[in-house]
């Protein structure tokens, strides 16, 4: 059974950091290209960062690049995004997905596996 998990999710104010990661099981995890996702209330889910399966390349959407990085682990099947100098606009739902090919990792509906996702809300 597949399995992604995501956890580290939470309150914090703007200017603060937060980690997530997301476990997976159930498949072979070195296989998949790795991703972050989020969902704002009341728009699209949008690719936040990806990772290739063997963690060399990454690819950053430009509202979080330079606040956040991703990163894999292949030994622990996680994926990690540490976000920093959060602000209010990176208040959404985040989903860790897994595809298999890299020419989708912006498709949403491409991607074979998802996540149930974490909140994050960055308010004072």
């Known amino acids: 059974q597949v399995q992604l998990v995501e956890s580290g999710g939470g309150f914090v104010q703007p200017g603060g950091s937060l980690r997530l990661s997301c476990v997976a099981s159930?498949?072979?995890?070195?296989?998949?290209?790795m991703a972050w996702s989020r969902q704002a209330l009341g728009k699209e889910r949008e690719l936040v960062a990806a990772?290739?399966?063997?963690?060399?390349?990454?690819r950053h959407a430009n509202p979080v690049k330079g606040r956040f990085t991703i990163s894999r682990d292949n030994a622990k099947n996680t994926i990690y995004l540490q976000m920093n100098s959060l602000k209010p606009e990176d208040t959404a739902v985040y989903y860790c997905?897994?595809?298999?090919?890299?020419?989708?990792?912006?498709?949403?509906?491409?991607?074979?596996?998802w996540g149930l996702g974490t909140q994050v809300t960055v308010g004072s």
């Open positions: 159930g498949f072979t995890f070195k296989d998949y290209h």
């Open positions: 990772i290739e399966n063997f963690g060399i390349g990454t």
């Open positions: 997905g897994a595809v298999k090919r890299w020419s989708d990792i912006s498709t949403m509906q491409n991607y074979e596996y």
